[in-house]
């Protein structure tokens, strides 16, 4: 059974820090993941999805990364904002059903 | 998020009653998802569809049931809701590439927040 661990849990930094949060996953035979930000009593909005054969997916200040056979990916904040406080949730794709999630970092940015 | 919609937003129910909520989408997606998200657990996977018709269990089907009678249409069922059902439930669209199997990204809805009395 896959499993998705994210460290850490929780994480306070002040404006303006690069920060990285960490994503692992058990099983590499993954087709795809997916880092999703969730705001407090709000839905998923989907940042970045990197499929299997790529290394990497940036979007403005994000980049993910995506090394499947150590199981492991990153996401990189540059220049962060207190905008940016949020859940960030690292799922991955098995095939068909569906997503498996972490439990996200709970991100503070410090104005 | 556009191209999907889940209603209702807010609902209340008593212990032991039916209840259904509905996912549509517009996206015309092959593949539909229902999660509940739950403090401590995370998200996790109820049911999902491969087509009309087409349904199968995920971690925790116990006590729900779900139907897809038209591609834009997934219904989630709670068939004699209990406290423990209590739960911010999610619906989920995605597509893979006929043929080789990569899957796009995944679409969630902006959820239905459930509380069983």
């Known amino acids: 059974k896959q499993e998705v661990t994210q460290i850490p849990a929780a994480l306070s930094v002040p404006e303006g820090e690069n920060l990285v949060l960490n994503c692992s996953f058990t099983d590499s035979a993954i087709y795809n993941l997916q880092w999703f930000r969730q705001d407090p009593g709000k839905g998923l909005t989907s940042l970045l999805l990197?499929?299997?054969?790529?290394r990497e997916q940036t979007s403005g200040r994000l980049n993910a990364s995506l090394d499947k056979s150590s199981g492991r990916s990153t996401l990189y904040i540059a220049a962060s904002q207190p905008g940016d406080s949020a859940t960030y949730l690292c799922a991955v794709v098995g095939g068909a059903d569906g997503l498996t999630f972490g439990k996200g970092t709970h991100l503070i940015i410090q104005p | 998020d556009a191209g999907i919609t889940q209603s209702p937003r807010h609902k209340v129910t008593e212990t032991g009653t039916p209840v259904t909520l509905r996912c549509h989408q517009t996206?015309?997606?092959?593949?539909m998802y229902w999660y509940r998200q739950d403090p401590g657990h995370g998200l996790r996977l109820i049911h999902y569809?491969?087509?009309?018709?087409?349904?199968d269990k995920g971690e925790v089907s116990d006590g729900y049931s779900v139907s897809r009678s038209k591609t834009e249409d997934f219904l989630l069922t709670l068939e004699s809701a209990t406290s423990s059902q209590t739960s911010v439930y999610f619906c989920?669209?995605?597509?893979?590439?006929?043929?080789?199997?990569?899957?796009?990204?995944?679409?969630f809805g902006s959820g239905t927040r459930l509380t069983v009395v």
């Open positions: 569809s491969y087509g009309v018709k087409d349904t």
């Open positions: 996206e015309n997606h092959r593949y």
């Open positions: 990197i499929q299997s054969s790529q």
């Open positions: 989920a669209i995605s597509e893979a590439r006929i043929g080789t199997g990569a899957y796009y990204g995944y679409t």
